[in-house]
């Protein structure tokens, strides 16, 4: 299993600095987030550069308007163009938001039959983000929120999946059989992990109410051998950078020992 850290936990550091803090407290790699850094730049460029430090296990395609990306469609064929030319093997997508009235993309979803052959590349897998329920009335605001529909469309339309504990957590506090249901297509490729509790998202383990180390033992016992991505929000740490690289180190030696094997 590789261990691998979203951009986003770092954002408010610059990009060169939280791929040189990521490889110094020492995970595998990282998930690179497109965000207003890849604006008016070479982004092609930016991947190499920054891959040079450590390996860009996954980008994570915009997931708000960004100058020069065009709309959602655009940027996701945008980012797995990128990915395959820089030697990246996964993108992760949202789906269509039905609040946000993104019926183009949501119909552009719907028309593609296979996701890997019509938008994906060769060596890149495209993988579709399970979504959260968010404010007081708990809505998730996207299409296929619910867990049998969102695993028939992967399955219909060939297309792969990254896992966000917090997201299901959001709308089940006990999401391991969720998890099993997604599991056992066999078409999980990455996990974004974190803590949720009381409505508030991507907390450091322990700090909301998730099982997530009885998660990472299923991991474990699973066989589960794809990456799994820790996302935290950057107000979790401390602005102390040399505390926050301490607790990093911490939850990476959590996240190995309760993902290791056991050997009799």
């Known amino acids: 299993m590789r261990i691998s850290i979203s951009s986003g936990t770092l954002f ?11 490889r110094d407290v020492g995970f595998d790699g ?9 604006q008016k730049v070479n982004p092609r460029l930016v991947v190499r550069e920054l891959s040079q430090i450590l390996p860009v296990l996954s980008i994570h395609a915009p997931f708000m308007p960004l100058d020069g990306w065009g709309g959602p469609i655009d940027s996701v064929r945008r980012s797995v163009e990128i990915a395959a030319d820089c030697g990246v093997p996964l993108v992760n997508f949202h789906p269509a938001s039905w609040l946000g009235f993104e019926l183009k993309f949501w119909r552009w979803m719907y028309r593609i039959l296979d996701f890997q052959k019509e938008v994906g590349e060769e060596g890149v897998t495209l993988t579709l983000e399970n979504m959260p329920w968010v404010g007081r009335f708990r809505i998730n605001q996207y299409i296929l929120s619910h867990t049998g529909k969102m695993i028939d469309f992967l399955e219909e339309r ?6 966000d504990c ?21 078409r999980i490729r990455n996990v974004h992990f974190s803590d949720y ?6 907390l450091l383990p322990g700090h909301g109410i998730l099982p997530l180390t009885r998660f990472l033992n299923h991991l474990r016992n699973t066989g589960y051998n794809e990456t799994l991505t820790l996302e935290l929000s950057p107000h979790e740490f401390p602005r102390d950078e040399r505390i926050m690289v301490e607790s990093l180190k911490e ?5 190995r020992r309760e993902t290791a094997i056991i050997t009799p």
Not at 30 to 38: A, R, T, V
Not at 158 to 163: A, G, I, P
Not at 166 to 186: A, E, P, Q, R, V
Not at 197 to 202: A, D, L, T, Y
């Open 12 to 22: 408010t550091y610059p990009l060169q600095k939280v791929f040189e803090i990521a």
């Open 30 to 38: 990282l998930e690179l987030i497109i965000n207003q850094d890849f």
């Open 158 to 163: 060939n297309l792969y999946m990254t896992f």
């Open 166 to 186: 917090t997201h299901m957590g959001s709308g089940k506090t006990n999401f391991i059989n969720d998890f099993y249901l997604c599991y056992n297509t066999g």
């Open 197 to 202: 509790g009381h409505g508030r998202e991507h």
């Open 251 to 255: 939850i990476l030696q959590y996240l």
